[in-house]
């Protein structure tokens, strides 16, 4: 489930989500692993699910690993707001 102010990170293989969850699990962040939101397409299914507070963290690890993310959506008055 996705709560208002949750970020979503939809990445373009199910490889890439897996190893983006690996690097974010070692670094500390509280991430969860969950199915693309039906309001959202993905070709993988899965993404990768943290609160706003934690995105300029996550991101930066991501991108120190070269798996930023295809998209990036943001959960408001349940609506998705692509970043």
Known sequence: ??????????????HRVMKAE???????QKILLIPVPRQLTSDCGLAIRYAQ???DEIEA??????????EVWLKQDGEFVKL
């Open 1 to 14: 489930m996705v709560n208002n102010g949750d970020c979503v990170a939809i990445f373009h293989s199910i």
């Open 22 to 28: 690996k690097v974010l699990k070692q670094g500390k």
């Open 61 to 70: 690890l991501l991108g120190e690993a070269q798996l930023p993310p295809a």
């Open 53 to 55: 507070q934690a995105r």
